[in-house]
């Protein structure tokens, strides 16, 4: 029947809006933990960038720029190393080990003539200059390189997070489109469903005593006749002259 389908629909358009609705809760609470923790690495890259000024700080004051091998300890202090990648095991523990892909660009590197790491640097200590001091700034320069690599992964961290919280934004958005649509429809829908029942014809039984006979007369001399029932309505008829 027209009612049975009226109901059938109605229900399959509320089911739509609360999936949206839910959808968009979720959309919301995803986008709010990306947020959360794109936060918190930006506060850990500040933490290792503080470190990695705090280490520039210890060199420099180690060796002034009036020290007599400030520039080749400098340079031994800046130098970039490939150094080798620890490696996790499958029982937890970390062992050091040349990647075999970070060999092979290196081979290819060097057959290019374009490898970024001064393999021919002369990294010893400088003639004259003391152990001690070298030894510190090869330990320094360690810390840098750590440092560094600690940075990486935490800026390819923010990148991956930026990108995810892009997409919840975006989804997020989508589905308050979709929201504003099903709500729409609903009204839609509820509007013609409306319009149809006014259209449908239904008769109702009364008693004699439940109606009351009038008639009015205007000033024009216009007679109106009607009856009034029990349910209080009025149902006029104008006789024209």
């Known amino acids: 029947s027209l009612l049975k389908q009226f ?5 399959a358009l509320s089911m739509k809006l609360d999936h949206a609705c839910r959808e968009k809760d979720e959309a919301s609470t995803a986008s709010t933990e990306c947020s959360s923790r794109l936060a918190a690495k930006r506060m850990e890259q500040e933490l290792c960038q503080e470190k990695n000024r705090a280490t520039a700080a210890d060199f420099f004051a180690a060796v002034p720029e009036t020290h007599q091998f400030h520039l080749p300890l400098l340079n031994i202090f800046m130098r970039k190393l490939n150094r080798s990648r620890k490696r996790t095991g499958n029982d937890g523990n970390s062992s050091e080990g040349e990647d075999t892909e970070d060999e092979d660009d290196a081979e290819d590197d060097d057959d290019d003539g374009s490898n970024e790491y001064e393999t021919e640097f002369d990294d010893s200590c400088p003639s004259g200059c ?6 510190q700034v090869v330990e320094l320069r360690e810390k840098r390189l750590d440092q560094e690599d600690c940075l990486s ?3 390819r961290s923010i990148e991956d997070a930026q990108r995810a919280h892009e997409r919840h934004v975006q ?5 308050s489109r979709d929201v504003i649509s099903h709500s729409k429809e609903i009204r839609c829908f509820q509007t013609e469903k409306q319009q149809t029942l006014n259209k449908l014809f239904s008769s109702t039984a009364l ?8 008639s009015v007369i205007h000033k024009d001399d216009r007679p109106e006749h009607g009856v009034v029932t029990s349910f209080s309505r009025v149902d006029m008829k104008t006789e024209c002259e």
Not at 7 to 11: L, R, S, T
Request: charged share 25%.
């Open 153 to 155: 992964e935490i800026q």
């Open 7 to 11: 109901e059938a629909q109605d229900h």
């Open 171 to 175: 989804r997020n958005k989508q589905i």
């Open 207 to 214: 008693h004699v005593n439940q109606m009351h006979v009038f």
């Open 130 to 135: 003391e152990v001690t001091l070298y030894d």
